[in-house]
């Protein structure tokens, strides 16, 4: 599983956005990264059904590759 999150780092007086990508397979960090307001997540093919399961349970955009 790959995620990203486009967040912003205060910089200078002002927000820049940033994309951050974590491969795992750790339902923890993913959880983590749920609660951290991330919702967006990409499986590879063979991970279907996970994607489905979390795209259910925390409303959370799962994309396959």
């Given at each position: ?16 956005p ?43 955009a799962?994309?396959?590759?």
């Amino acid at each position: 599983m790959c995620s990203s999150n486009p967040s912003s780092i205060p910089s200078a007086g002002y927000r820049q956005p940033k994309v951050v990508w974590i491969w795992t397979e750790s339902k923890q960090v993913m959880t983590a990264a749920v609660e951290r307001g991330w919702s967006t997540f990409i499986f590879p093919p063979d991970c279907r059904e996970l994607a489905n399961e979390w795209s259910c349970l925390l409303g959370v955009a799962c994309k396959i590759l």
